[in-house]
């Protein structure tokens, strides 16, 4: 079956930087749009990022928007969230997503409800 692993999460101080990756197994990585979530202690999860199945588009969030760069290695099978300037707000805990359908553009929130999900990474950004 698939299966998402995020890994890279931590504690770090406002204005850090940290590169969130998530690794994929059980299909063929290359034709899937994946995308990163967070949720934050009591409130909804929230999109942060995007990318097309081919990684040739990409959506950010406006609240993450010069802050955040999503990629993908098809290589490795992995997509990862460089942040920088982290702010005390971007405290919660990260989850990728993959869709479940092959070949689509990723640029909508909900295509990912139905996909599959990782377990999640925590970051805290302390002032």
């Known amino acids: 079956q698939v299966r998402l692993v995020e890994s890279g999460g931590g504690l770090v101080q406002a204005g850090d930087s940290l590169t969130l990756s998530c690794t994929a197994s059980g299909r063929s990585f290359s034709s899937y749009a994946e995308g990163w979530f967070r949720q934050a202690p009591g409130k909804e999860r929230e999109f942060v990022a995007s990318i097309s199945w081919s990684g040739g588009s990409t959506n950010y969030a406006d609240s993450v928007e010069g802050r955040v760069t999503i990629s993908k290695d098809n290589t490795k099978n992995t997509v990862s969230l460089q942040m920088t300037g982290l702010k005390v707000e971007d405290t919660a805990v990260y989850y990728c997503?993959?869709?479940?359908?092959?070949?689509?553009?990723?640029?909508?929130?909900?295509?990912?409800?139905?996909?599959?999900w990782g377990q999640g990474t925590q970051v805290t950004v302390s002032p």
């Open positions: 997503a993959q869709q479940k359908n092959p070949y689509g553009m990723g640029s909508s929130p909900s295509g990912f409800e139905d996909g599959y």
